[in-house]
């Protein structure tokens, strides 16, 4: 992070965490940023910031010496790094790219190793919590790096981040990611069970969260999804929905199978969420599980 010409970043994927990083990036950065994604809509997000917009990804990697991308999955992450008109394609390379998608294990291994063969460095870094967080520059990100490509970035990521952890060599920050997320989506479908079982038997579900979260069974996703989305049965489009739980899923039961476990609470959440996606709340917000399971549609009923 020393020298005398300033640290350009780069920065692809403009959706609805990257926008919002990209934007917190470039409020804090010294130096230069130039951003890129498909959707022209996307860089409303950056007026008011030095941000400038770029047309291709080889414009990045033409300017960029660090960058970061926040894209759907490992497919996208691959072809950005090394497919035609990526970040690799042309002499002037980026030093580093640091992915903060969420993909398979597999996938930021293989892709580090390729990026290693032409002399880039790489770092896997997903990031945890809320959009609003997000927008607060107050996201927990795990990172799976080498200790000094972590010592390098690490400073970038405090633009976006409260909670920097690293977790070890690559790969190791979607392992600790995709655990997390598990642990989300399956609290989720036993809170909203509950929930439902609760107002059945004569408890409003507002009542319940409150002397929960008093007690040993309050958790994040009581205070965040059971609060703000399955209290209300408000799951509003354009958030995260159970089309891209069922993306992380089979991530975590990929990995699973490759470990040796089989993840039996994973893969009820999977049947949970599939019949989310497909009883009519496909593209809502996640927490909607509570109406598959209120309206007994999901694995309850089918295991009866």
């Avoid at 409003?204 to 969260?209: D, K, S």
């Avoid at 975590?252 to 009883?279: N, W």
Wanted: contains cysteine.
């Amino acid at each position: 992070m020393t020298g005398q010409k300033p640290i350009v970043i780069g920065f692809i994927g403009l959706g609805v965490m990257g926008g919002v990083m990209c934007r917190n990036m470039a409020l804090k950065h010294g130096g230069d940023v130039v951003a890129y994604d498909m959707n022209s809509e996307a860089f409303q997000i950056l007026e008011g910031t030095k941000a400038r917009r770029v047309e291709t990804v080889a414009d990045v990697a033409a300017e960029a010496d660090y960058v970061f991308l926040s894209l759907p999955g490992g497919p996208q992450v691959e072809q950005v790094c090394l497919g035609a008109g990526g970040l690799t394609e042309s002499a002037r390379r980026p030093a580093t790219i640091v992915d903060l998608s969420t993909t398979t294990v597999a996938s930021a291994r293989a892709v580090a190793a390729k990026l290693a063969d032409l002399g880039v460095e790489f770092a896997d870094a997903p990031v945890a919590r809320t959009r609003e967080a997000a927008q607060r520059g107050e996201l927990s990100i795990m990172v799976g790096a080498s200790s000094d490509v972590y010592a390098r970035v690490k400073p970038m990521l405090d633009y976006i981040a409260s909670d920097v952890t690293h977790c070890g060599d690559v790969g190791c920050g979607q392992v600790v990611k995709l655990i997390n997320n598990a642990l989300v989506f399956e609290n989720t479908v036993a809170l909203a069970e509950m929930m439902v079982l609760g107002k059945r038997a004569g408890v409003e579900p507002e009542v319940l969260l409150d002397a929960v979260s008093k007690g040993s069974g309050d958790s994040f996703v009581l205070r965040n999804h059971g609060r703000k989305a399955m209290l209300p049965r408000t799951f509003p489009d354009k958030a995260f929905p159970p089309e891209y739980v069922l993306k992380d899923i089979s991530y975590v039961l990929e990995l699973a199978s490759q470990s040796g476990l089989t993840a039996h609470v994973t893969e009820l959440a999977q049947r949970y969420y599939t019949a989310t996606a497909s009883e009519g709340w496909s593209g809502r917000y996640f927490p909607a599980v509570i109406e598959v399971i209120d309206q007994g549609i999901g694995p309850a009923k089918a295991s009866t």
